[in-house]
């Protein structure tokens, strides 16, 4: 029996952990992918106290850091969570059973939801620039997304490809402006506005992006980067909906709190911090959700 | 147990011919890639525990000649060969449970 079951092995769900084992509860953290999508960022330069680090790198301390306070930290996907007396969390071969669930799930990268993606994702269309960024070395390829996540891949894609275009929908790019100044200092980075992709055609590999205006541009990669939009494989505890808003957001209290007693959130799932979605707002969450758990857990004398 | 590492040269023993008697699972995977990583455990795994297929791990930056043949555009990408063939392929991460359910039903 655990105090606490995590669910979610990103920087919310480590933090929380970190904090919630300092506060000597009994913790586990389970996930579907160590790091959550922070692990796959090419570089994080707005981490306090790093200059600049891979993501895969930093999620991986934070796994490291709990790990060695003596966290287990488990790669299962979490199936159904029941509640009876208790929480029963469910893995295809494992259960967990706690007084308090930390719904920590994070975020899955937006599809665009066009013509032709579906088709050619892994034969061209990519959401994982540091996977398969390398793979295009001496090729044309597109970043599809003009704001930080959309640059920031369009810098590593400039390292392996001949040449990156970025597409961003709207009237100017959305990334910082560092970012921006460094793409447009790039000879192989092409920045693109107003441009909307309406599909990706290939027979068995992308050949080429048509946009809405009906220019068309020959790559053979093409990489959205258009944000994230919450996690959605936990909807209920038991027969109880978890409450979401109107996007997808599971609501919370500034305590981190949800609509069901013992069941807390954090990190980019959540409406808190503005949904702001950084390494360091989820992780603030984080710490937040694990103290409310501490005085949870104390009031009720489990 | 049936789990391998192949590369350019053995390729074809390994996977292309050892598919025509039973079906192999090819994982094509790199070192800089973290979901590759994550699944490296649960390909391990599902190699050590299942007989009746074969599974077999490429590293891309050690064999680069097969990658391209069978056009690996992301990573980690696995791939099913049956009679010396793919018949399907997915790529990222994946649970094991997904994962066996996913062979199981193409063989």
Redesign the interface.
């Known amino acids: 029996m655990y105090d606490l079951v995590v669910v979610g092995a990103g920087p919310a769900g480590y933090t929380a952990a970190l904090y919630a084992k300092r506060y000597d509860l009994d913790v586990v953290v389970v996930g579907e992918e160590f790091g959550g999508l922070c692990s796959e960022a090419y570089i994080v330069e707005n981490w306090p106290g790093s200059k600049e680090i891979e993501g895969r790198e930093l999620t991986e301390r934070m796994k490291e850091q709990i790990e060695d306070i003596g966290v287990e930290v488990k790669q299962k996907k979490i199936k159904r969570i029941d509640r009876g007396d208790t929480f029963v969390l469910e893995a295809e071969d494992e259960k967990f059973e706690a007084h308090s669930v930390l719904l920590a799930l994070g975020a899955d990268k937006r599809r665009l939801n066009i013509e032709g993606e579906k088709e050619l994702v892994g034969k061209g269309v990519s959401y994982c620039v540091t996977c398969d960024g390398p793979l295009y070395r001496n090729k044309r390829v597109a970043v599809i997304g003009g704001a930080d996540s959309g640059l920031k891949a369009a810098t590593l894609l400039a390292k392996y490809a001949e040449k990156v275009y970025v597409f961003e929908a709207t009237d100017e790019m959305k990334a910082e402006k560092i970012m921006i100044e460094r793409c447009k200092q790039n000879d192989k980075i092409e920045l693109n506005t107003g441009t909307v992709p309406k599909r990706f055609v290939g027979d068995e590999y992308l050949e080429k992006i048509v946009f809405e205006d009906g220019k068309e541009v020959e790559v053979e990669g093409a990489f959205v980067e258009i944000g994230s939009v919450p996690n959605r494989s936990i909807e209920r505890i038991g027969e109880e909906e978890v409450e979401r808003d109107e996007d997808g957001f599971i609501k919370v209290e500034d305590d981190m709190s949800t609509n069901i007693e013992g069941v807390f959130s954090a990190g980019d799932v959540t409406t808190g911090s503005n949904k702001m979605r950084q390494v360091v707002t989820a992780a603030a969450e984080g710490a937040i959700a694990a103290f409310s758990v501490y005085k949870y857990v104390g009031d009720k004398k489990f | 147990m049936a789990l391998k590492n192949a590369n350019d040269d053995d390729f074809d023993e390994k996977v292309v011919k050892t598919s025509k008697e039973k079906p192999v699972l090819v994982d094509f995977w790199?070192e800089?890639?973290?979901?590759?990583q994550?699944l490296k455990?649960?390909i391990e795994e599902i190699g050590k525990e299942r007989d009746d297929i074969d599974v077999v791990k490429v590293n891309?930056d050690v064999a680069e000649e097969k990658p391209q043949e069978y056009?690996?555009?992301?990573?980690?990408?696995v791939n099913l060969f049956v009679d010396g063939e793919v018949i399907d392929?997915?790529?990222?991460?994946r649970?094991?449970?997904d994962i066996n359910e996913w062979i199981d039903e193409r063989i």
């Open positions: 790199a800089w890639c973290m979901p590759c994550q455990p649960t891309i056009g690996v555009r992301s990573v980690p990408n392929s997915f790529v990222g991460n649970t094991k449970e």
